[in-house]
């Protein structure tokens, strides 16, 4: 049910993207300013992947604003490493806005392909291609975000129109402790799917599985996530765990993500694969959608390049009927901006982090009772988030 490709919208003339009712347009006004604004607070209920724990929640969200006071917000991912966001603020600061202070644009794409083409190659020579796409990202958001309000839209008319009212999610991240507690969560808050924290040992993964599955019972589904940090022959090792829990995917099992070792894993496992949310850009996906051995591609609007780069890495893998969910782990503009991509460019499903995160209480409305998340349909990103709001501490 949750790996198969899209009907509606995988291969010929069902990878084609609707034109949207509504023309993606910017004002006719430069940008006057570029802001990274950081909101950071402690993480106080054991958040921990496979690499690492995350001692602090961080929200780095930049804001846009052009010469006749038009605005919009984006987020881009900095939860890791500790020190990440500091990094932000100098690229967005000294990289991205110089480049686009005084410029004005027709749509969000030409801003988004200027800054691909000015700041990529300093990220390849710098050997951090990851932070500036994350930066491009958030700035991309924000001028989506601009158009859609501009128009008097949810972000979502803007790219062909949102075809559900209502996103079907799973709960993630349950692990690497409390994880009968984590489950009980989600089973409170209705869900019908969730993700398992794995890469902790074969014994206390497969604890931590048997736990989940005794606590949710079997008509729950069941998804594991590695996070890149299993050998193949490791990862070969946990197949027969996995089978036995019932996971239905695995994501990122595989140290360094290589495509030919995934395809062994996915040939000799006989496990539905995912991984995406450390590729930045479209023409990165091409091999593994290509390779045939990802079921499951998932890039994240805060790192990919902005909803700009979503759309194409979208066309390209329901092309190739490969399924499209998003992944998403931050804060409340990131959530909101998902949901609209999501809601326009159909997700099997959309993850949401179960964890406490105060960063994201602008959105925790939308959650439903049933397994769902409502998706907003104000304009630009369907809901307005309080930057002042006291529950956020703003590091600088």
């Known amino acids: 049910m949750f790996v198969n490709a899209q009907s509606s919208s995988a291969g010929g003339e069902g990878s ?3 034109e949207p009712a509504t023309p993606v347009q910017l004002p006719a006004s430069p940008v006057e300013t570029v802001r990274c604004r950081i909101f950071r607070m402690p993480a106080d209920d054991g958040v921990a992947m496979s690499f690492a724990p995350m001692a602090h929640r961080v929200m780095a969200v930049v804001v846009v604003e052009l010469a006749d006071g038009q605005r919009g917000v984006g987020e881009s991912w900095v939860n890791y490493p500790s020190w990440a966001w500091r990094e932000r603020v100098a690229t967005v600061h000294d990289g991205v806005a110089p480049l686009l202070r005084g410029r004005t644009f027709d749509d969000p794409a030409g801003a988004h392909d200027l800054m691909t083409e000015q700041l990529v190659p300093l990220g390849r020579q710098w050997g951090a291609p990851g932070p500036v796409r994350q930066a491009i990202s958030a700035v991309d958001t924000a001028l989506w975000d601009i158009a859609a309000r501009h128009a008097g839209v ?22 690497p402790a409390g994880v009968e507690r984590t ?3 989600c089973q409170g808050l209705g869900l ?17 599985l048997r736990t989940a599955r005794d606590v949710l019972g079997q008509d729950v589904h069941l998804f594991g996530d590695a996070n890149q940090a299993w050998t193949l022959d490791e990862a070969l090792e946990m197949v027969p765990v996995l089978h036995a829990a019932g996971v239905e995917w695995l994501e ?7 495509v030919d070792e995934l395809a062994v894993l996915r040939r000799k496992g006989g496990i539905a694969l995912a991984t995406g949310e450390n590729l930045y850009g479209a023409a990165a996906f091409e091999p593994y959608v290509d390779s045939g051995a990802i079921d499951i591609v998932q890039p994240d609007v805060s790192k990919v390049g902005g909803p700009t780069e979503y759309v194409r890495v979208h066309e390209l893998a329901t092309t190739a009927g490969t399924t499209v969910n998003p992944h998403l782990y931050n804060g409340a503009v990131a959530t909101a901006a998902t949901l609209q991509v999501a809601a326009a460019l159909p997700a099997r499903l959309v993850e949401w982090d179960v964890r406490s995160n105060p960063l994201r209480a602008g959105v925790e409305h939308l959650l439903t009772g049933h397994g769902t998340v409502r998706v907003p349909n104000g304009p630009g990103l369907g809901v307005d988030i309080d930057l002042e709001s006291p529950e956020l501490v703003e590091e600088i």
Not at 200 to 207: E, P, Q, W
Request: zero cysteines; charged letters at 30%; a positive charge.
């Open 16 to 18: 084609r993207r609707p």
């Open 154 to 175: 949810p972000l979502a008319d803007l790219l062909g129109g949102a075809t559900v009212d209502e996103l079907p999610v799973y709960g993630s991240s349950l692990g």
């Open 183 to 185: 489950a009980l969560h």
């Open 192 to 208: 019908s799917a969730v993700k398992i924290k794995l890469g902790f040992g074969r014994k206390r993964d497969a604890a931590n």
């Open 252 to 258: 990122e099992p595989l140290r360094g993500d290589r």
